[in-house]
């Protein structure tokens, strides 16, 4: 028998349904949860007989599920975060009976692990001993002293967060049958003074009672976590050679739906980034709570020195200065680099013939000359 609860409430943008829901029961990772407000295909006759299997509530609600178009109604949308939840139940093989000590203990769906987004009797009537115990002002036992039996607090607590309108015998059909010819199992409105939200039991036809049909689930307990409406994206940007990341990871929440393009970045020393076999694309579609990886390699950029030596010599012969630079092949110098300089005692001439220029082009693993040459003032 499943345990009941004062049970929260699931809010509509978290069910991806038209109304809230409440949960009412539980069963290890499962819950129990009823709709606060009717579908709205009007009010029902419950069927030709008592047997649930056979009624226009059954029917009514698996449309519901199904989202099989009727004029008027709230159908469950088909995308509604609601279906990734439910799970298949017994709730159609056990039907429990009315008004009998022992229609509190028969009458309990179970759930079972495997979900299901769509189909017949996933969703379903509660019973009366589900309505007796987990919803419900009060109850009626036949054959003792006070008929009309208090609930539990916790059934009370949930009453008084589901909506059955106001009006004569205006109420929510259950799926068991009455224990009279002719009646069904049924959850009464807060209007009597003397028997308000009572579990009982009405007649089938909606000319003498004005019944209406709430879909009940069991449910994933996952469903009570937050709602997730973005997802992940991470890019990395990776040395091909070494695997090493040589930019800072970059991470993006990004709202379901199209995400990117995000493209590689202009990194000194390597060559444009090209997508790795494993990344995933750059620009796609992406899913709530879903994450994508966005992997780059980058290629080196081979380079090759030289060597630039600079000299500065008196005409005498003196080193008044040396220098040896070691720098990138291909153009090399620019304003001031390489140039002559001053020294004490000592006035610039000229560059010695066949000195290299002080701009130019060197070679892979090149070695050219500067040289200055410098005179004694007189």
Known sequence: MPTAVTGRVLKAEQTGDYSDWIELAQ?????????RYPISFGNLSYGATSNYQKS????SINR??????????????????????????????????????YSLLDGYSKPTSHKAWIGDDVAFALSYGESAN??????????????????????????????????????MWLRSP????????FLGNADSEHVPGRTFQSF????????????????????????????????????AATGAEIYPRENYQVNAGYY????????????????????????????????KNITYLYDAVKTSSATI???????????????????????????GLYGAESFDGYIYLNSDPGSAPLMGFIKPDEIIFITHRYARAS
Request: hydrophobic letters at 35%.
């Open 27 to 35: 069963n290890g990772d499962y819950s129990l949860i009823v709709r």
């Open 204 to 239: 089938l036809n909606d000319s003498v009672c004005r019944g209406l049909a709430y879909p009940a689930l069991w449910v994933d307990q996952g469903i009570f976590g937050p709602v997730v409406t973005t997802g992940s994206v991470n890019v990395y940007h990776v040395d």
């Open 260 to 291: 990117g393009p995000y493209v590689p970045k202009n990194i000194g020393g390597y060559q444009t980034g090209r997508t790795a076999p494993y990344s995933d694309a750059a620009s796609g579609f992406i899913s709530a709570g879903e994450v």
């Open 309 to 335: 030596i600079v000299m500065h010599i008196s005409t005498s012969g003196q080193m008044l200065k040396g220098a040896v630079y070691t720098v990138a092949s291909g153009i090399y110098g620019g304003t």
């Open 134 to 171: 987990f919803l419900s002002i009060m109850h009626f036992q036949r054959g003792v002293n006070i008929a009309n039996v208090n609930s539990n607090w916790h059934a009370v607590s949930n009453y008084k967060k589901v909506f059955i309108p106001s009006g004569y015998l205006m109420g």
């Open 56 to 59: 226009n509530v059954r029917d």
């Open 64 to 101: 519901w599920f199904n989202n099989v178009s009727r004029p008027g109604s709230d159908n469950l949308p088909h995308d509604a975060r609601l279906r990734d939840y439910t799970v298949i139940s017994n709730a159609y093989h056990v039907l429990g009976s009315s008004c009998q000590y």
């Open 178 to 185: 009455g224990d009279c010819n002719g009646t069904a199992a």
